[in-house]
């Protein structure tokens, strides 16, 4: 008969236990939503006059407290090369792969001349995109543990975290969630 009253107060201690973490894990996902950055959306004139590496870049969606990856470009002269072959034949600007300007906006300084030159590109501020990704699971327990997980679904989030300018903001909802159930123990 004591095993089966203590059966029974152990699935009662993790139900209380699985409850507080389900709070805790509530908290950090309000507390992600409220601090998390607004995203960014790069967007073009979608004409013939857009350069090659804006075009790349239109509808590019991020958090904004991260920069904008444009293609670097390079001028490719119109002519033949040492084999004899075409080089270009119509001249103009080539998108180099691998490699990326990063800008903050359309027509950032930081932007080579080339970039920034008579751009007509915007940027769309979309508040709360990145807040609509948060979520948390209901806690389960695992063996000896009770968990329940808090994540972000959104492109470079995980760069929006660690960015220089207003990163953090997910350990900080971690951190004032785990200071006010302190609190409340004591």
């Not at 857009?50 to 075009?55: F, G, T």
């Not at 002519?79 to 490699?99: D, S, T």
Request: net charge positive; proline share 5%; glycine share 10%.
């Amino acid at each position: 008969m004591a095993t089966r009253i203590n059966r029974g107060l152990s699935k009662k201690v993790a139900a209380m236990v699985a409850r507080r973490v389900d709070q805790v894990a509530d908290d950090v996902a309000q507390g992600a939503r409220d601090n998390a950055p607004a995203a960014k959306t790069w967007v073009t004139d979608a004409d013939v006059q857009v350069r090659p590496s804006h075009r790349k870049a239109h509808g590019q969606t991020i958090p904004g407290n991260v920069d904008f990856r444009l293609p670097a470009m390079e001028y490719e002269r119109k002519g033949r090369g040492r084999n004899g072959k075409a080089i270009n034949a119509g001249g103009g600007w080539k998108l180099l792969e691998g490699v990326w300007d990063v800008a903050d906006r359309p027509r950032d300084p930081r932007l080579p001349y080339h970039q920034t030159v008579e751009c007509r590109c915007q940027a769309a501020n979309l508040p709360g995109a990145v807040a609509a990704g948060v979520r948390s699971t209901p806690a389960r327990p695992n063996g000896k543990a009770i968990t329940a997980t808090v994540s972000v679904e959104f492109e470079r989030v995980a760069e929006s975290e660690h960015a220089e300018h207003g990163g953090g903001w997910l350990a900080e909802a971690a951190r004032a969630a785990a200071a006010k159930h302190r609190a409340r123990r004591r």
